[in-house]
């Protein structure tokens, strides 16, 4: 049987422009890498900005395949691989940035160093939906504020995609843990484990004193950034708290968490792909989110919408028009209804 040498691939031309689905060249499995077939991939915000010519951050190099997480199945591997082989079924965080072609696609050649073995008990939609916010949620609790057993810990956004991620891994680390949120989500956000706040009706002030009695949060992870980021400030524990925040943009005043002798730490999950520096420890992370996942300590939220390679835009607008309960995900496999 003759290998194609082509896929189908969603392709972006130039920025603020449609996508379009083409007739791309199949790559092949170099040294390190494993050739995936790819069943589903999921779509982040940080997807639709790049579309739009508004992440420079990113590194993106047209024309692009976009789509930074996936799941799917080793198509083959190549020389200076071990650990995976043909039909093992995988995930990660792998590509979309800095012009690593992303999982819009049939297929990609993807750096082993950057794949897991995908959870057993895990479709491949919920699969896809999972990699970079675990990564980006575990970098900041785990690897850099240590999150560990007893600690007080405050999620800001608790009901969105890191977020809920962040609460799961806390609670799973033995933390005592509070999520700010919309009245609405308060539901959501206990459902993973985390006593909820509405941070619409209650003041910063009031919530430290209610739950830490005035001493602060030993960890305060920020997933909104702008105003929320500032808050986090106040609310970090005296002498020991730890301000972690995936969305540091813009100026801050630091007086706020000097006063309070706390730390700071910033989380950069696009690093390793525009680096190629560090690959290794997200492979490292997603087998972490495996043995989570396996155990039943975290789940993901995936949005029950349904969108293949031709209705890529529809999820982009979908996300992009705030439409989306949970993570969305493209079914990138002919039939892939997992």
């Not at 900041?140 to 600690?151: H, P, Q, S």
């Not at 390679?309 to 705030?322: F, I, K, M, P, T």
Request: charged share 20%; proline share 4%; glycine share 12%.
């Amino acid at each position: 049987m003759t290998t194609p040498t082509t896929m189908k691939a969603v392709v972006l031309e130039s920025f603020n422009k449609p996508m379009a689905v083409a007739d791309v060249a199949r790559p092949v499995a170099g040294p390190g890498q494993v050739l995936v077939r790819i069943a589903a991939s999921g779509v982040n915000p940080l997807d639709t900005k790049i579309a739009a010519g508004k992440a420079d951050h990113a590194r993106s190099v047209l024309p692009a395949i976009l789509g930074i997480d996936l799941a799917g199945v080793v198509e083959a591997v190549g020389p200076d691989v071990a650990g995976f082989a043909p039909g093992d079924e995988v995930y990660g965080m792998t590509g979309g940035i800095a012009g690593v072609q992303g999982s819009l696609a049939e297929y990609a050649a993807v750096d082993a160093d950057l794949l897991a073995h995908k959870p057993a008990n895990m479709s491949m939609r919920e699969a896809a939906a999972l990699p970079l916010v675990f990564i980006t949620a575990w970098e900041g609790l785990v690897d850099r504020a240590r999150v560990r057993a007893g600690a007080k810990v405050l999620v800001h956004g608790g009901a969105g995609g890191v977020g809920h991620i962040a609460v799961q891994i806390a609670r799973a680390f033995g933390a005592d843990v509070y999520a700010t949120g919309e009245a609405s989500q308060r539901a959501t956000i206990e459902a993973y484990g985390a006593t909820a706040i509405d941070f619409r009706a209650v003041t910063v002030d009031e919530y430290v004193a209610r739950f830490t009695d005035g001493e602060g949060f030993d960890i305060v992870y920020d997933t909104v950034g702008g105003a929320v980021l500032d808050a986090s400030f106040r609310a970090a524990r005296l002498y020991h708290g730890h301000v972690v925040s995936c969305l540091g943009w813009g100026t801050h005043a630091l007086a706020p968490l000097s006063f309070r002798a706390a730390s700071y730490s910033g989380v950069f999950t696009l690093l390793p792909l525009i680096s190629g520096k560090g690959r290794a420890a997200h492979g490292a992370i997603m087998r972490e989110a495996s043995r989570l996942v396996e155990a039943g300590k975290v789940k993901v939220r995936v949005d029950p919408g349904r969108y293949t390679l031709d209705s890529v835009a529809d999820a982009h607008r979908d996300l992009a028009e705030g439409r989306a309960e949970g993570k969305l995900v493209v079914s990138v496999a002919t039939g892939e209804q997992a």
